[in-house]
C-alpha cells in the first residue's frame, strides 16, 4: 500500500523569503506524485505533477517540486514566496493516476 | 464556467436527516470521484466510478452511498447523517491515462 507523509502541518515564513515543503511517501512500487494547493474557500489546484522524466519539476506560480527515488521525497520549493501563497498544499500519490492518496497537507503562512 | 460543479456549496442539516450533494463537470470525463476533508486528516475517498455502470467504494464509504445518473453527474448520499459526518466534500473527474484529478469547490456539510 502507498502512504504519503508531510511533515510539517504549517510553515511559518516571511514575504520574499525561500519556502520548502516537504512530502515522503512509501511505496513498493513506482508511483506518480502530485502537488495541489488549495486557497481558502477554495478546491484544489493542481500545481504540478511528477510522472517520468526529469526529476525536477516545474509547475505553476513559480514552484518546483524534486523526485528523490532513494530518499523517497517529493519535496515542493519555491524561491521566494508572496503573500498570496499562503494556502494548503497537499501532496498526493497514485500508481496510475486514479485514486490520489493524500498526505495530511501544509498550511503556509506568509507574513510581511 | 467552472469544469466542475458542487451543489450544494453548504449545507447545514441534522441528524438522521437523508442528504444528497450533486457533482456534474463538462470535461467529459469518465471517471468521477467523491473525497471528504477533514482538517489535519487530508482527504480521504469515498466513492469512485470510472464509468455509469462501474462504481466502487474507496476507503471510507460507510454511511454513504452514490448514484452515477450520466457520464457528466455524480450524486452522494447521506441516507441518515450523522454529526461526524460533518465535513467539507469534494467531487473530483479523471480520463483514464496521465491525466491528473480536477476538484470541485467543494459542498461544506453540517450535521448538528
Known amino acids: 500500500a502507498q502512504s504519503v507523509t508531510q511533515l510539517d502541518s504549517q510553515v511559518p515564513v516571511f514575504e520574499e523569503a525561500p519556502v520548502e515543503l516537504r512530502c515522503n511517501y512509501s511505496?513498493?512500487?513506482?508511483?506518480?506524485l502530485f502537488w495541489y494547493v488549495q486557497y481558502p474557500n477554495q478546491g484544489l489546484q493542481l500545481l504540478l505533477k511528477y510522472l517520468s522524466g526529469s526529476t525536477l519539476v516545474k509547475g505553476i506560480n513559480g514552484f518546483e517540486a524534486e523526485f528523490n527515488k532513494s530518499q523517497t521525497s517529493f519535496h515542493l520549493r519555491k524561491p521566494s514566496v508572496h503573500m498570496s501563497d499562503a494556502a494548503e498544499y497537499f501532496c498526493a500519490v497514485s500508481l496510475n493516476t486514479d485514486k490520489l492518496i493524500f498526505g495530511t497537507g501544509t498550511r503556509l503562512q506568509v507574513f510581511p | 464556467d467552472a469544469d466542475v460543479t458542487q451543489t450544494p456549496r453548504n449545507r447545514i442539516t441534522k441528524t438522521g436527516k437523508r442528504i444528497m450533494l450533486e457533482c456534474s463537470q463538462t470535461?467529459?470525463?469518465?471517471?468521477m470521484y467523491w473525497y471528504r476533508q477533514d482538517p489535519g486528516l487530508g482527504l480521504r475517498l469515498i466513492y469512485y466510478s470510472f464509468d455509469v455502470k462501474d462504481i466502487n467504494k474507496g476507503e471510507i464509504s460507510d454511511g454513504y452511498s452514490v448514484s452515477r445518473q450520466a457520464q457528466a453527474k455524480f450524486s452522494l448520499s447521506l441516507e441518515s447523517a450523522i454529526p461526524n459526518q460533518t465535513a467539507l466534500y469534494f467531487c473530483?473527474?479523471?480520463?483514464?491515462?496521465?491525466?491528473?484529478?480536477?476538484f470541485g469547490p467543494g459542498t461544506r456539510l453540517t450535521v448538528l
Open positions: 473530483a473527474t479523471s480520463d483514464p491515462g496521465r491525466t491528473p484529478q480536477y
Open positions: 511505496s513498493s512500487v513506482s508511483v506518480y
Open positions: 470535461k467529459g470525463h469518465d471517471r
